[in-house]
């Protein structure tokens, strides 16, 4: 048997009896066109949460210092004697704050990147930041580094990668950046691989 059944004005469903009725959206059906409102979205917040300013960049005294050897080497700043020679070129923010952050008499290590991946020497900061005189900007500074010994033995950065005491040193978790902190631990677990005594090896006191 059959059934006549409106469900609204502009709407009629027949159903055959004892079959059941099977609720519709007649408004959707009505109007195709209409579609459910979507919720409005969330207002943008009226100002950007507030960052904490970087904690300022304190020097342990011991740093590491790369350079390509083709470019400039272990054995040219060796031939610049007490003199020493600016360490300029440094277009990273995080490295120029690195030197920015140096005292006299800080010691690094001089590291041979692209030919080479080795430390091979230590030298010391002899000169504080001052502006870098290859550019213009004056956004960027250096300091003035002079050769204090060669590494006994070279280390190398596979040696480095293979001490489990140097997994956190910056010279493997951060390799590109050119200016590197070195712990007072990292510095004299490198000089223990390179065959050098760092208790005769020490930060000078000087002050800023």
Not at 22 to 33: D, K, Q, S, V
Not at 140 to 156: F, H, I, S
Not at 169 to 181: A, F, G
Request: charged share 25%.
């Amino acid at each position: 048997m059959l059934y006549e059944i409106k469900l609204s004005p502009r709407h009629v469903t027949t159903i055959r009896h004892g079959a059941p009725l099977l609720a519709t959206n007649t408004r959707a059906r009505e109007y195709p066109n209409m579609t459910a409102k979507k919720p409005a979205p969330a207002a943008a917040k009226t100002s950007a949460s507030k960052r904490p300013a970087p904690k300022p960049i304190a020097s342990t005294g011991y740093w590491l210092f790369k350079s390509e050897p083709d470019v400039f080497s272990w054995e040219m700043l060796r031939a610049k004697g007490a003199a020493g020679e600016p360490w300029t070129g440094v277009r990273n923010y995080l490295a120029r704050n690195n030197m920015r952050a140096m005292r006299l008499g800080d010691l690094g290590f001089f590291y041979h990147s692209n030919i080479g991946l080795e430390i091979v020497g230590i030298c010391e900061v002899c000169a504080l930041s001052h502006p870098d005189t290859t550019t213009d900007d004056p956004k960027w500074d250096c300091v003035d580094v002079r050769a204090v010994r060669e590494l006994t033995k070279p280390v190398a950065l596979a040696a480095v990668k293979a001490n489990p005491k140097l997994a956190k040193m910056s010279l493997v978790t951060s390799m590109r950046l050119s200016v590197q902190p070195v712990t007072a631990e990292e510095w004299a677990e490198v000089c223990r691989m390179g065959h050098v005594d760092p208790k005769g090896l020490a930060p000078k006191k000087n002050k800023r």
